[in-house]
């Protein structure tokens, strides 16, 4: 593909997009206009696929069931002028994607699985891209009718009428804050609560310990000392016995050995080779002598101590106990203890963590009641200027009888709210429920708009909120996917000027079935499919003004144009530009 052209166009819009193989589109150039662009054709000839590619720009979900049938990959992309945007520039500049006025965003969809985005030529996440999306184009379709059916929705609709957004995320922000700080003091509870229960037997071991006392390397010198306690008279006789034969005797062995060496004095005189041997017998003597006084020694230390044998027995029993509860070494039991010593260093530690945590929740609680409190009142305040506004746009679209109120559960409280019932209420949004009340004819009490709207009532109430909203809207891009749902005649006629009014705040893309919406466009596009080499794609031409006219025709007639009906359809067409005019 030959890809988008640089543009220079003023404001923000959408100016190009290019869709290739995707769905039954083979390739799909479409360049974009101020105003009011119309998109009709034939139902099924692809407008919706259009919609659904340019949601993927957006950050939408991709699915490679999106891909052209025989193709690898989809891609789709959409330039867009952002002159005069600042706060998209700085969005931009954070995210580190180069920029100049002109923004290109690029989605492809793989089979393989690598699917990826490019914002003006730098691979992007996708995050980036669902952050920057809502900011570019705001769709609005019959899913977004469906939201209207759901109360919960009508107070983000409220808050954005009242610019109230920011004020909300803030309070959404220290909604957050407060439920993790509760849940932080919950597990500290949990966890004092535990250590609690294990505070007496904890506090009991410690005691243990600390009453018997171990030292490292006590069992060794004990299990020593016991031993030879216990073969005390044993060890005496062996000694004694040794020290008397070595020692003492009249035939003892020292006695035998000086009697040769003076013997062997006199032989090596007689034959000096002999001196050799006595003077190793000397040394031998002297040995003799040594061990000998050691045995005496030794038999010195020997305690034959009953008492002192229970006592070694019993200290090895206490010891031996402390190590089948606590640690195979005495090492391992003064460690054990320490770990208690700690644990009950840490309870008193987050008994004042939690003291400290929940002084934050009650200060935290008050901001957050207050917060919550201001933000309900403005939501209040703003009610009527909603309500107000809403009638006078559903009046504008032949609704002129319909009151509509904003419903609130619980009626403001100017005089503060306690921390017990605020807090009792709150949710991430704040202390307000709301919902939006109708009564569409006159003398009919005001019901939940979920419950009475008609189709086509509830198409020219969301059109009238998107008006409202829209004059404000950061986005300057508005998609009405199939606005036109349940509405005919002189509602369509209306509707259809509605829309062609934003087109002085916004670029309007609209995609609709009825000619009355359909003449109000700037520019007119239509959708249509054809087949070729056998296969079906999708094409999408910019109408002249007779090719419009013809258009139009086919919307008021159907298949078969008529005179007639080309004639209605250039009334139609020139009152537009006498309005205009």
Known sequence: MGGIPAISAGGMMLVHLVITDFAIIKHLDLALREGLNILSGETGAGKSIIITAINLILGGRSSADLIRTGCSEAVVEGLFDLTGTPGLTRLLEEAGIPFNGDLLIKRTISRGGRNRVFINGSLAALQTLSRLGPRLISISGQYEHQLLLRPENHLYLLDRFSSLEDERAELGRLFDRHQNLKGEITSLEEEIKTQKEREELTRFQIQEIEM???????????????????????LLDMVSTGYQDLYESQDSALSSVAHCVKALEKGSKIAPEL??????????????????????????????????????????????????????????????????????????????????????????????????????????????????????????????????????????????????????????????????????????????????????????????????????????????????????????EVVGKKIASLAAYHQIVCITHLPQIACQGNTHFVVRKQVKGGRTEAAITELSTEARTRELARLLGGRDITPRALAHAREMLQGRVACEA
């Open 212 to 234: 018997a006392g171990p030292v490292p390397g006590e069992d060794d010198l004990l299990e020593e000392e016991k031993r030879r306690l216990q073969h005390a008279e044993e």
């Open 275 to 492: 001196a050799s041997v006595k003077t190793a017998l000397t040394d031998i003597e002297a040995q003799i002598e040594d061990v000998s006084f050691a045995l005496r020694d030794f038999r010195k230390s020997i305690q034959l101590d009953p008492q002192r044998l229970n006592q070694v027995v019993e200290r090895l029993d206490i010891l031996n106990r402390l190590k089948r509860k606590y640690g195979a070494t005495i090492e391992d039991i003064l460690r054990f203890k320490e770990a208690l010593a700690s644990r009950m260093f840490d309870l008193e530690n987050r008994l004042q963590q939690i003291g400290r945590l929940s002084r934050q929740l009650n200060d935290l609680q008050s901001a957050l009641v207050q917060k919550a409190g201001d933000l309900s009142r403005k939501r209040h305040n703003g009610a009527e200027g909603f309500r107000t506004a809403v009638e006078t746009e559903l009046r504008q679209l032949h609704m002129q009888d319909t009151r509509f109120r904003v419903r609130f559960e619980f009626p403001p409280d100017h005089d503060g709210i306690s921390a017990e019932q605020g807090l009792a209420n709150m949710r991430p949004e704040g202390l307000d429920r709301l919902e939006f009340m109708i009564s569409p004819n006159p003398g009919e009490k005001l019901r939940p708009l979920s419950k009475i709207a008609s189709g086509g009532e509830l198409s020219r109430i969301m059109l009238a909120i998107r008006t409202i909203l829209s004059r404000t809207a950061s986005v300057e891009t508005v998609i009405f996917d199939e606005v036109d749902a349940g509405i005919s005649g002189a509602a369509a």
